[in-house]
């Protein structure tokens, strides 16, 4: 079974920064690609950043240059570094992990940029 926990959300002013947590247990995690995905209120849930077992990344337009996705395989672990955050990043930020056809979901986590 795998587990997906994020951890690392709350309040921040326009302009700050937050750091993601996704560890993840149950499955080799080095064989995933990860990704962070996000949902605002009355809206789908949309991709932010994902990361290839290879280490290879993509990141959606709007969060370029402003949000880092990162792994660190030998915790299990992947990290969304979130920096000059704005008020249209508020939503709840879900962890996702792929593998062979099958996706793996974390809880979510909070995000509020609010002044």
């Known amino acids: 079974q795998v587990q997906l926990v994020e951890s690392g959300g709350g309040l921040v002013q326009p302009g700050g920064s937050l750091r993601l947590s996704c560890a993840v247990s149950?499955?080799?995690?080095?064989?995933?690609?990860m990704g962070w995905y996000r949902q605002a209120p009355g809206k789908e849930r949309e991709l932010v950043a994902q990361i290839m077992s290879g280490g290879g990344t993509y990141a959606v337009d709007s969060v370029k240059g402003r949000f880092t996705i990162s792994r660190d395989n030998a915790k299990s672990t992947v990290y969304l570094q979130m920096n000059s955050l704005k008020p249209e990043d508020t939503a709840v930020y879900y962890c996702?992990?792929?593998?062979?056809?099958?996706?793996?979901w974390g809880q979510g986590t909070q995000v509020t940029v609010s002044s």
């Open positions: 149950g499955r080799i995690f080095s064989f995933f690609r």
């Open positions: 996702n992990a792929y593998y062979a056809g099958s996706d793996y």
